[in-house]
């Protein structure tokens, strides 16, 4: 039943970022969490990473970005989400995103966003409350 | 045989009191049961001449300036001449670099360090598709020849050394340079400098690949044969660790898998016909100052010695300029903390002093802001002011390689050196760094190292300082530099005016030219230099040799 069924998370570095450490020990966090974890390796574009949330059936997107492309990168995976009709899946961001740039990000859609010094246990404790499996 | 009466005597001591601490310990035990290192080397609660037994000074240790160059490269180290302070900056356009660059300069920064945006060192124009929403984001966006008139105009090219962080388009960017020094009327034998150039550590680190493994080494190979001609003062490499440091990995692994891959850029252009004494003294490495003081120093001192013997023993170096590790080094920005900024400062400082203690050519410090965003003109003036204190104030420089002969600094170093040879001798028998790469086992072993770091602070075994304890309520800064727009905007229409300007006819023959010359086996760079000066935008350069050579997918998932 419901309590069965394994958190599906895309792990996703959009945009040209090649910081792939966060996104990484967050993948194997949450794996040791006891989700399943589809990494997509870096360099994809929103129409990739959207793409491969719907192939995948994930429950969770999962983003990093550290080059300051955030603020174009993450609308637009919202963007196309919902010009695909993709409306139950958690949209999380994480890497150096100013505070200042928070609140655009979550009015697109981004659930929440993690920045420097997020244990990876408030990730899994995040992603346990809000997913909608 | 046997030992002599000083060391039974010492023996002796030591063993009396290590008994007489028993009962103090039971009353009173240490912080922790173990103390280990991030490379996993158990510190002992104290070093004697004991551990410097079986070890051989003059072979192991030596003199400074000689062979193997444990104490430094250099005879006279810092009382001859300070290390280089570079700090590596690049903002959004040409123009304003070209501002920083020079305040820099007249603040007495000896060195530039150019940082460019992702578009540039993944070979796009601005323009592309591809770089939206990074153009001028983390440097500089360079997309022909014009941009580098503008970002190197009045800085004298003869009287500076640059260092350029760019990788898989390195040839190109170096062909701008010696094209912008010609115009200034200097020749590319007079050129100092740097091109970061090292491919394998972009496919297991730092993600700005473009070309796949064997044509990259080529591209390499070709630059080191034409320097060597043509720009025989240029550091045609700088193998870094750091990055590999950055991406997680120990000390131990930052020297191993650096080293590893100088190897294969040696095997490389010796394979290709160089001899290793024309190329060997123009390479350079880049290191990661950590937190661990001493397990930092140890590290220097230790990836001089094992490189050395390398050179001299693999590849039959003959000039002791080959056998050197000179390197660069940057304090980790992966320790910075966005919590309490100004803790920051004294990180760096703690970390600088680790790079001179340990013997760097030159370096730069990272500012206080840069776990929130780029680093404001205040924040870079205090990390080359740290600099300085350590140079002008404290004294360490005025001897030789001060730690030397310290019984703790010397064990760490001979550890750190047998643990990184162990490293490589298994990538050896994986078939080379190439290999080991493809893999995935070194982005396994980093990775792993990684997770292990953040399990050790999430569980507070391992304590910063503002993040897992000593915090406190605090405002989040405001007011962060930040990067403009309208950059990529503006870029695009000098893009389009530049090719209504320039000889089109003239770009497309330089362009073929290389695509004949990359379908061969001839030296890149003259190719390159033609259509550089023709006004090719390094977007149509690198699309060109995209065409021959293809792009490198990335292999590695997740390791498990």
């Known amino acids: 039943m419901a309590q069965d069924k394994k958190i599906r998370v895309l792990a996703a570095k959009p945009g040209l970022d090649g910081h792939d450490r966060g996104i990484k020990v967050v993948a194997s966090a949450l794996m040791d969490a006891g989700m399943e974890v589809i990494y997509t390796g870096l360099r994809q574009t929103p129409a990739q990473i959207v793409e491969a949330a719907i192939q995948e059936g994930v429950d969770v997107i999962a983003m990093s970005i550290l080059s300051g492309a955030h603020d174009y990168l993450f609308p637009k995976v919202m963007e196309l989400l919902k010009e695909k009709g993709v409306q139950d899946v958690l ?43 | 045989m046997g ?19 028993k009962e103090k310990l039971k009353k009173r035990p240490e912080r922790k049961e173990s103390f280990i290192n991030t490379s996993g080397i158990a510190i002992n609660r104290l070093y004697t001449p004991l551990d ?35 700090q590596y900056a690049g903002f959004a356009t040409a123009e304003e670099s070209n501002r920083r660059y020079r305040f820099l300069l007249e603040q007495g920064q000896t060195g530039l360090s150019v940082a460019f945006d992702l578009p540039t060192q993944i070979g796009f124009d ?24 503008t970002l190197f105009a009045e800085i004298p090219l003869d009287k500076v050394s640059t260092s350029m962080t760019i990788n898989a388009p390195a040839a190109v960017l170096l062909a701008m340079y ?74 131990v692994q930052e020297v191993a898998f650096t080293l590893a891959n100088g190897i294969a850029y040696v095997q490389a252009a010796v394979d290709a016909g160089l001899d290793v004494d024309t190329f060997g003294p123009r390479l350079s490495f880049f290191f990661n100052a950590h937190l661990d003081f001493f397990e930092e120093v140890a590290k220097y001192r230790a990836a001089r010695r094992l490189w050395a013997e390398l050179m001299k023993e693999r590849f039959n170096a003959k000039n002791p300029r080959s056998m050197m590790i000179r ?25 600088a002093l680790s790079a001179v203690l340990g013997g760097t050519q030159s370096l730069h410090t990272n500012s206080m802001d840069e776990a929130l965003c780029l680093p404001s003109e205040q924040a ?22 001060p730690l030397a002969g310290s019984y703790y600094v010397e064990s760490l170093t001979r550890e750190i050196y047998d643990r990184a040879k162990a490293y490589i001798e298994k990538i050896d028998d994986m078939g080379g760094a190439v290999a080991a790469i493809e893999q995935g086992f070194v982005q396994r072993e980093i990775q792993e190292s990684a997770y292990r770091y953040q399990r050790e602070i999430e569980k507070e075994e391992r304590i910063v300082v503002g993040l897992n304890r000593f915090q406190v309520q605090e405002e989040k800064p405001a007011n962060l530099l930040r990067v403009d727009p309208a950059v990529r905007e503006s870029q695009i229409r000098k893009l389009k005016a530049l090719k209504s300007e320039r000889d089109n006819d003239k770009v497309k023959n330089t362009l073929e030219a290389l695509r ?14 033609d259509a550089v000066k023709a006004y090719a935008t390094l977007g149509e350069i690198c699309n060109v040799l995209r065409g021959v050579f293809g792009e490198y997918r990335q292999v590695d998932s997740l390791g498990r």
Not at chain 2, 6 to 20: F, I, P, Q, Y
Not at chain 2, 386 to 399: F, H, M, P, R, S
Not at chain 2, 520 to 525: F, H, I
Request: hydrophobic share 35%.
């Open chain 1, 91 to 133: 949209v999380l961001g994480g890497g150096i995103i100013p505070d200042e740039d928070i609140p655009a990000l979550k009015d697109a859609g981004i659930a929440e966003i993690f920045g420097p010094g997020t244990t990876t246990g408030e990730i899994i404790q995040f992603i346990k409350e809000n997913v909608d499996l």
């Open chain 2, 3 to 21: 030992e002599s009466r000083d060391d039974k005597a010492l023996r002796e001591a030591v063993e009396r009191w290590s008994e007489g601490l």
């Open chain 2, 52 to 86: 410097q037994k079986g070890a051989d000074y003059l072979s192991e240790v030596g003199l400074p300036g000689e062979y193997p160059f444990t104490r430094g490269v250099q005879p006279t180290m810092y009382r001859g001449r300070y290390w280089t302070m570079r």
């Open chain 2, 126 to 149: 601005s323009d592309d598709e591809m770089a939206i929403g990074e153009v001028g984001k983390v440097g500089v966006a360079i997309d022909s020849l014009k941009d580098m008139e």
């Open chain 2, 178 to 251: 010696i094209a912008v020094a010609e115009k200034q009327g200097v020749e590319p034998a007079r050129l100092r400098g740097t091109i970061q150039n090292d491919i394998l550590k972009e496919y297991s680190s730092r993600g700005t690949y473009i070309f796949p493994p064997r044509p990259s080494m080529r591209i390499i190979t070709d630059i080191f044969s034409y320097c060597a001609q043509k720009v025989p003062q240029w550091n045609t490499i700088s193998i870094s660790g750091y990055h590999i440091r950055e991406a997680g990995s120990t000390a």
């Open chain 2, 327 to 351: 390197f660069h080094t940057q304090t980790a920005g992966c320790t910075l903390t966005a919590q309490q900024p100004q803790n920051n400062i004294v990180r760096v400082a703690f970390q």
């Open chain 2, 380 to 401: 870079v003036q205090i990390a080359l002011r740290t600099q300085q204190l350590i140079a002008y104030e404290t004294g360490v420089t005025d001897t030789v390689d």
């Open chain 2, 516 to 529: 004949r010359s990359a379908e061969g086996s001839e030296n890149l760079l003259p190719p390159i230099l």
